[in-house]
């Protein structure tokens, strides 16, 4: 039943979300005097709809998506040049000329989309991404501060007992002791310097400990309110090198690089710590770049998950993943059922989840590429080019770009979305991406 409840929890925010983006294209478009004849979040049949003064608003039954009818986005074939293109591809961008010119009212042609400025084409198209990234910074900056992040702690939670063996986690008989057991740190210990440096953060702990492998030094503690003063020796052990995500860095073979560093052999508590005003808007910077660099890998990783889904490969943590896959994680969040993991921790994921699924609506949909907002952009964009050239050579002003010729490529990018859902679909379920 948790499950249930975090995937319709998760549905729910992702369809407020989907009316939101398209809210940012409507109330733009209607500022600028455009008719929108329909606004819809779903697909498919329609579910529920009413008619306001001009526009009919509604429900439809698929939950993947959402629209809203701007009237006249193509222009007329006597408003742009000639087609010299004979065949199905004529007839493919005759229909949608037709389509959409059908949809112009008698007497409210001034008012079709096609008439607008470049650059409130721009504004109209670009509104419903920039929703999402708005909701996006929203939501990161509501966790980051309302919630915090879990955050390491100078006060000890547990000390680990032994060294294991190299590829071992468990002590076993003979393994020697840690530097923390045998210094005798105990939990609720807190840290306050390591060889006379003062330590306020426990990466500072990390780092001077990794730093002095072998080396005898004081460590200076607080227990049950009194200074206590231990002697630690940080024993050497190997690890592998990461960078700067946390990723193993290999050398020209493809061994994993490694290094001898100082083990103590602790763990401290961990507590959510809020953070400043502006760690929502730097999250958001950073998870943007990463999610461009998926979006710019797509074809790639979209390979890799189609060799997950016929079993030739294992699917990858970091795998791009789709709806039924989201759904999960959403569902496994709702449902965990573990020891300091309780109400609050599970709303501030969700909310992360969801912040995270309006940066990919943002990014994906600005790829340059018609039907998605970010084509249409790019053709206003064009426009503009095109205006500013004839106005240098003081040309007459040059007609609009005709949406109608992208028609066919249009077609083209909506198959190979349906073809990509529906392998993220059968990769979701038949090998999906484990978050534990």
Sequence with gaps: MAQVVGILVLVLGLLISI?????????PAKKFGVRVSQYFVGFGPTLWSRHGKETEYGIKAIPLGGYVKLVGMIPPEDAVKPLKVRGRIAEMIG???????????????????????????????????????????????????GFGTPTATLTVNETVPCIPAV???????GDPLSPAAEAGLEPGDQITAIDGVTVTEWPELTEYV???????M????????????????????????????????????????????????????????PQGIGAG????????????????????????????????????????????????IAGDVASADVEGYGLGEKIADML?????????????????????????IASAVWQAIKNGWAKARALPKPRPVDVARMMPLAYGVFGLLLVMGLVLIVADIVAPVSVT
């Design 210 to 216: 990794a730093a002095n492998p072998g080396k005898t």
């Design 95 to 145: 229909d949608s000329r037709a389509a959409s010119t059908e949809e112009i009212l008698p007497g409210e042609d001034h008012r079709a989309f096609y008439h607008l400025a470049w650059w409130k084409k721009v504004i109209v198209m670009a509104g419903g991404p920039l929703v999402n990234l708005v909701l996006a910074l929203i939501l990161f900056t509501t966790v980051l501060v």
């Design 218 to 273: 004081p460590l200076d503690v607080i227990r049950d309110g009194q200074d206590v003063e231990l002697t630690v020796r940080p024993t050497e052990r190997e690890r592998a090198v990461t960078d700067a995500d946390g990723v193993a860095v290999t050398n020209a073979s493809g061994d994993v690089e490694t290094e001898t560093v100082g083990y103590l052999g602790v763990a401290p508590e961990v507590v959510n710590q």
């Design 167 to 173: 590829g071992s986690i468990e002590c076993e008989a």
């Design 281 to 328: 808007a730097a999250l958001t910077w950073n998870y943007l770049g990463k999610t461009f660099n998926v979006v710019f890998h797509l074809p790639q990783n979209l390979y890799h998950v189609t060799l997950a889904a016929l079993g030739q490969e294992d699917r990858d943590t970091q795998s791009v993943i789709g709806v039924v896959g989201v759904g999960r």
């Design 352 to 376: 992360m989840l969801l912040g995270g699924l309006n940066l990919a609506l943002f990014v994906f949909n600005m790829i340059p590429l018609v039907p998605l907002d970010g084509g249409h």
């Design 19 to 27: 009316g939101l983006h398209e809210m940012g294209h409507m109330i």
